[in-house]
């Protein structure tokens, strides 16, 4: 049984996730290490799989710190010097849930993924009863919440004139992002910022569509823009006054060329993934900096890989893939969080309107060719030799999925989701919508050709 996708172990509590395995994974997770903290979101199997999670790492002998209901974020805060394990199915639907293990501040990479799937399937057990751990409690969030304005804070403007709705679809940023921009100094609106894990305002993932009251919301009042949330608080959609979303690739331009310009190595890097915008690549360029690739659900991978093949120049200074991002300066993991108190403090020093006004807003499109998860493997291998046929003129990498590139520097990319049940499909062209129509017919014939 592969457990591990681009972003933990995740899928449906009556069948998948179940407590049985929170158990298995827990007791798999304990021999890593003797100290854990763990968290969960506010979802209804969330506090039963966290007793499971918690009754498995504490029957190998580790000492379990429980943190409650709290975002992604602060557990990964928390687990800085330690390990750490978070339930959540993050933006998923509530009938979801997932696992998700740190170590000092940073998701497991795929070796570690790999070794706590050997010990689930090898069965492995408790320790001998004399040996067992035990549990305390602790409060991380107003630690975390300092620590994050703290931060924010110190790059200096101050947003006492901006106005910034928050929705927090009953998530766990409601006890995190209204609060962090408050003690900056912001006006905060914060809709739906009631933590329930039945999500009965809107799909826990934040998409222009799910977003589509607190648009409204926001046009209507005098919000200078607004930040809309997943379920466990590590992504983030940016809205501006005007009620429209901000593509998530021009709020990766904006961050990326920010922490370019602020950093002191004459090398900086930003690392991101296949699937995002060219312009990240320029504004990076523009600010003295390079841009380094690694597929989707690796950030962290991919610091470190550039970290280790860097000279002594060389500073990651920032990571991202849509809609989530690593500030490096801050911590090692994603953090929806951070991300809002960041942008707002940037647009305290320079209007959102201004900073967007500095990018290439090159037409992109994302569509998804439902796929079931066992044809995937099948589809992939037709479609790295049917869709380069279909397009001779572009260049091809096989690196992260399937992705060409046109001589005009628009491209696409065909991958499979780790997550759902769908082939994506990326693309950026001045003629996107021809473009991607063209690939679509490639991967729904290579689909079918599966059947």
């Not at 800085?80 to 339930?87: E, L």
């Not at 607190?214 to 940016?238: C, E, M, N, Q, Y």
């Not at 108190?341 to 807003?361: H, K, M, N, Y």
């Amino acid at each position: 049984m592969e457990l591990f996708g681009t972003a933990g172990i995740r899928g449906d509590v009556g069948d998948r996730v179940t407590p049985e395995l929170a158990l298995q994974v827990g007791q798999a997770a304990g021999r890593d290490g003797e100290a854990f903290v763990l968290g969960y979101d506010g979802r209804v199997s969330s506090p039963a799989l966290a007793d499971a999670v918690a009754a498995g790492l504490e029957s190998t002998g580790t000492r379990v710190t429980r943190l409650g209901a709290v975002p992604t974020p602060a557990l990964a805060f928390a687990s800085c010097g330690r390990r750490g394990v978070m339930v959540t199915a993050s933006h998923n639907p509530p009938t979801d849930n997932g696992l998700k293990l740190f170590v000092d501040g940073q998701e497991y990479d795929g070796e570690a993924e790999g070794r706590i799937e050997q010990r689930v399937a090898d069965a492995v057990g408790p320790a001998a009863w004399y040996d067992w751990g035990d549990t305390t409690t602790a409060d991380v969030l107003p630690e975390y919440r300092a620590a994050v304005a703290d931060y924010a804070a110190s790059f200096g403007a101050t947003p006492t004139d901006l106005t910034v709705a928050v929705d927090c679809g009953n998530g766990m940023s409601g006890v995190a992002t209204p609060q962090v921009l408050r003690a900056l100094g912001a006006d905060v609106v914060a809709t739906e910022a009631n933590v329930d894990g039945h999500f009965p305002a809107r799909e826990s993932k934040p998409t222009p569509e799910t977003l589509a009251n607190f648009r409204s919301f926001v046009t209507a009042t005098d919000a200078d823009f607004g930040f809309g949330h997943d379920g466990d608080a590590d992504r983030i959609v940016l809205v501006n006054g005007d009620g429209d979303v901000v593509h998530e690739d021009t709020v990766v331009a904006m961050l990326a060329a920010h922490y370019t310009r602020a950093a002191d190595s004459s090398d900086p890097v930003v690392v991101t993934t296949p699937n995002a915008s060219g312009r990240i690549d320029e504004r990076v360029a523009a600010a003295g900096g390079r841009v380094e690739r690694v597929h989707l659900g690796a950030l962290h991978e991919g610091v470190a890989r550039e970290r280790a093949a860097g000279g002594p120049e060389t500073e990651v200074v920032f990571a991202a893939e849509p809609w989530k991002h690593i500030h490096l300066p801050f911590g090692g993991w994603i953090d929806g969080v951070a991300s809002a108190a960041v942008l707002t403090q940037l647009f305290a020093s320079e209007p959102l309107a201004d900073r967007r006004g500095e990018i290439s807003e090159r037409p992109y499109r994302k569509v998804s060719v439902e796929c079931p998860d066992e044809r995937k493997p099948a589809v992939m291998e037709t479609v790295g030799e049917t869709l380069p046929d279909a397009f001779p003129a572009a260049s091809v990498s096989t690196e992260y999925g399937v992705r060409l590139t046109f001589p005009d520097d628009s491209w696409t990319l065909v991958r499979p989701s780790g997550t759902e049940p769908y082939v994506r499909i990326y693309a950026e062209s001045d003629d996107v919508d021809s473009l991607v129509d063209s690939v679509r017919e490639v991967v729904e014939s290579a689909v079918a050709a599966t059947e």
